[in-house]
């Protein structure tokens, strides 16, 4: 499996992004995605995660009510729509899928075996 993780950019405090991260290979396997950042000088942290059957989503408390986790399985991607975004939101942020069923720990990055590059979010005005 092979992930692509796209829509990076800089933005201000405030606005808005959304983030795309399209699977390719053998995607029949997944069972979870998630996403994490890490900014300079922090660990990788949970963002959101979701899983590929079913409505289960999870979110980090810094980020619920601003971030939304979805997925189009038809094009093997999951997006997470950002809103109101914070100076504190900045980092690089990556995407990650696993075969494993998604309720086993979805909130550490170890238990993910499939990763994107990352891609940067900047927010400042």
């Known amino acids: 499996v092979q992930l692509q993780a796209s829509g990076g950019g800089l933005v201000q405090p405030g606005g808005s992004l959304r983030l795309s991260c399209a699977a390719s290979?053998?995607?029949?396997?997944?069972?979870?995605s998630a996403w994490f950042r890490q900014a300079p000088g922090k660990e990788r942290e949970f963002v959101a995660g979701?899983?590929?059957?079913?409505?289960?989503?999870d979110y980090a408390d810094s980020v619920k009510g601003r971030f939304t986790i979805a997925r189009d399985n038809a094009n093997n991607t999951v997006f997470l729509q950002m809103n109101n975004l914070k100076p504190e939101d900045t980092a690089v942020y990556y995407c990650?899928?696993?075969?494993?069923?998604?309720?086993?720990?979805?909130?550490?990055?170890?238990?993910?075996?499939?990763w994107g590059q990352g891609t940067l979010v900047t927010v400042s005005s």
């Open positions: 290979g053998r995607t029949i396997i997944i069972n979870g």
């Open positions: 979701i899983r590929w059957s079913g409505p289960a989503t």
């Open positions: 990650a899928a696993d075969g494993a069923p998604y309720r086993i720990n979805p909130t550490i990055p170890s238990r993910y075996r499939y």
